[in-house]
């Protein structure tokens, strides 16, 4: 009998939150939007350092809303596909949070554009996405390995992938000028990393991921902006 996967609309994404995407939103930020905000962990997080934050999150869920509205003052829910209930939400915003969104919108175009028009002037739009040329993904595919999981990069409701350059592009070509790129993850210690000085693990992944971010990142983080003409 073959096991009948949730639709996307059925999932409910609750973690601990994005720590590395966090740490790049501006404590004096006033109002935060997280697109795709799951059970609200991005927001609880936000507010235990910027308590005076005001947060709204969209979400495909109900059941993710009724969670997130334990942190957001605002939960709309809501496609992404068609891009954004703009109705639904205010003018404008210091930052707009799409942690692992983009990989599940099949077209991103009417999304991109919603999200020029609600970003404050010098607003931020930081987007986090899952690599699916790290390492270990470019050598399961070398071995003819395309499964889908329940989660992670391989998850079963991501539509696209993104690589390290062709995220920037796909920003750069819908009006957004990229300030800031990073990878998040690590050099290929194995079984040894245990065994390894923490200080000294943690500056080869950051070497390793700065020198080669497509390459052993398992996380692309940027931060766009969008001059207002």
Known sequence: MIKQKKASSEKIYSNLGNAEVLRLVPRGAGKVLDLGCGAGDNAKLILE???????????????????AERYC????????????????????????LASHVLEHICYPSALFADVKQILAPNGLFIVALPNLMCWRY??????????????GVMDYTHFRWYTFLSAQRILSEHGFCV???????????????RFLHAGLVKRVDRLACGM??????????????????
Do not use: W
């Open 49 to 67: 350092s910027n308590a005076s934050a005001t947060i709204h999150g969209v979400t495909i869920s109900i059941e993710e809303k009724f969670k």
């Open 73 to 96: 003052g605002k939960v709309v829910v809501h496609n992404l596909e068609h891009g954004l209930p703009t109705n639904d939400l205010s003018i404008s915003y210091d930052v707009v």
């Open 138 to 151: 470019r050598l399961r595919l070398c071995l003819g390995v395309f499964e889908y999981t329940e989660t």
């Open 179 to 193: 300030i800031s790129r990073e990878a998040v993850g690590g050099f290929i210690f194995g079984p040894f990393r």
């Open 212 to 229: 080669f971010p497509g390459l052993f990142g398992t996380q692309m983080i940027f931060i766009a902006k969008h001059e207002k003409k």
